[in-house]
Each structure stands twice: as C-alpha cells, then as structure tokens.
C-alpha cells in the first residue's frame, strides 16, 4: 500500500502502514482494529446470526488482516513484546475463525441446476449438476470458467426455484471443467433441508 498516506482513526497523526476496507491504518490502530472485529464477528458466529453478506465479509476481513498482520510482524524493526504477542494473537484468532466459517457443514448431492451468468460480453448459460451443497451455497461443475465476485443465477430444475449466487472460488475439475463453490445473496436454505438435523448428526 502507498505508505505516505494518514493513519484514518480519528485524531491520529501517524503513517498508515495497513489498510482494512480500504482505510490506511497505524500500526497501533491496526490492532485495535482488527481486536474490535474479531470480538464482533466472534459474538455473531456465536449467536448464530450470520448471514451470507456477513460471512462474505468476514471471510475478507480474515484475509486482510492475518496477511498485514503478519506483515508487520516480520518487517516491523522496532515492535514491543506487547505489540507483537498482539499481533501473533491476531493471527491466532483470525485463522480460528476462519476454520469456524469453513465448518458449515456440506452434504453430497447432486441437484441438477440450470446457470445463467450475465457477464457483460461473456453471458453463458448451462446446465449442471450440484456437487456438495451448503446452507448458504453449492459447488457446481461447469465448462465456463467464472471468476470470483461474478454473480450467476441458479435455477433448480426440479422446483423451478431460483436465487442469485456470486462465485466465491474456482478451481480446476475433472476433464476440462471447473469447480465453482457459489454462495446465495437473496435466498436462505435454498435447497430446503433441515440444516440444524445435518449439523447434529455429524
Ligand atoms: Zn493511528
């Protein structure tokens, strides 16, 4: 990042040497930062209250702020024990979480799925099949490859239903598809099964 910009924290005269959704951070108020988030989204997951926008951004956040923070822990010549345990323990409870948002649990089934991405020059659409499914999204093989971010509309061919998506990975399949995970923007439990039970019997 350019680092002659301003720390963005109010009243703060010092040099950003992070930035977290795109505001030049200190070093100190980076760790604040990334402390307060790390509380909020852990008392969220708690509860139980996330959503897919949530969990969308979290999964920004954690990546954001382990890589800066470990930035600054390896290239920072004049961190305090303090700052530093600080940091480490950012690290520490950021990859925690991360593990946490990744257990949602996932179940094999295919669902065949008709996918339409309007990309502006490159529209495709095609039919599939669903690989794994989760509460807040699926994988899915396909021929075109999709970046993430790209929203794509799922419909299911045996109710008919359909949702907005947005690619959240892409990695190389079998033969000459691909793996796409998507994850719903509009719908909650799209695929109509009793989460609660599936997580239970794991
Ligand atoms: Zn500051």
């Known amino acids: 990042m350019n680092t002659t910009e301003h720390c963005t924290a ?3 005269q010092r040099e950003g040497v992070s930035s977290i959704d795109g505001s030049a951070l ?25 959503c897919v926008a949530d969990a969308d951004s979290m999964r920004h956040f954690i990546n954001e702020c382990s890589r ?7 290239q920072s010549k004049d961190l305090d024990n303090l700052e530093r345990a600080k940091l480490v323990d950012i690290i520490l409870s950021a990859s925690e979480l991360g593990r946490h948002l990744r257990r949602s649990p996932r179940k094999a089934v295919s669902i065949p799925v008709h996918l339409c991405c309007e990309r502006l020059g490159g529209a495709w659409e095609e039919d599939s099949k669903t690989v794994l499914l989760s509460r807040y999204g699926a994988s899915v093989q396909v021929s075109h490859p999709a970046k993430p971010g790209e929203c794509i509309q799922i419909e299911r061919f045996d109710t008919g239903q359909k949702a907005q998506a947005r690619v959240a990975w892409q990695r190389p399949g079998d033969r000459d598809t691909v793996r796409i995970g998507v994850e719903f923007v509009d719908c909650d439990n799209f695929w109509g099964l009793d989460w609660a039970a599936i997580e239970e019997t794991r």
């Open 26 to 50: 200190c070093r100190s108020h980076f760790i604040d930062v990334c402390y307060s988030r790390l509380e909020r989204y852990e008392e969220q997951r708690k509860a139980q209250k996330l």
């Open 68 to 74: 800066q923070a470990d930035e600054i822990e390896q």
């Open 10 to 12: 109010e009243d703060c």
